[in-house]
């Protein structure tokens, strides 16, 4: 049994159904953006803040939808992953082994299970680090609006 190829079957099957929106943009200011100081913020005209937050909301859509398809891989990755798991836990029913035992017992012996593991520790890690990304972008959205309404009013 093949279980990454397995996954990733079923992962080109729901890139076909969904689509995915690639984080590929014209505009490659968002790190800027993003690390605006007060003095930078100051500068900015009511059509700048307008400007730019369209630009970071395009930019947090783009990851959102990347987010989403790495959730539904993840998904994916543990399904497959826990099924093949199933398979081989009722072998290590000898002794005192706790449920991290048993999985780490499987990794060593099965090759494809522990890549598998590997896969989905990777993505748990990837959506983790994307979330703050998503979190940050929101963040100078709102800053940006509020600047705009600010600026608007003078």
Request: glycine share 4%.
């Amino acid at each position: 049994m093949k279980l990454v190829e397995e996954a990733e079957s079923l992962i080109k099957e729901n890139d076909a159904t969904i689509g995915i929106a690639k984080i590929d943009h014209v505009n490659s200011k968002y790190e800027e953006y993003l690390n605006m100081t007060e003095g930078d913020l100051e500068d900015l005209t009511k059509v700048d803040c307008i400007n730019i937050q369209f630009i970071l909301t395009q930019y947090a859509i783009s990851i959102n939808k990347r987010f989403n398809w790495l959730t539904t891989s993840l998904a994916i990755n543990k399904s497959v992953y826990y099924r093949a798991l199933a398979e081989v836990w009722g072998s290590y029913s000898e002794g005192f082994m706790t449920g991290d035992l048993k999985v780490a017992s499987a990794d060593n012996e099965y090759p494809a299970i522990k890549e598998m593991h590997d896969e989905i520790l990777k993505l748990t890690s990837v959506m983790e680090s994307m979330s703050v990304v998503v979190d940050r972008v929101d963040r100078m959205i709102q800053i940006l609006r509020d600047l705009s309404f600010n600026k608007g009013k003078g």
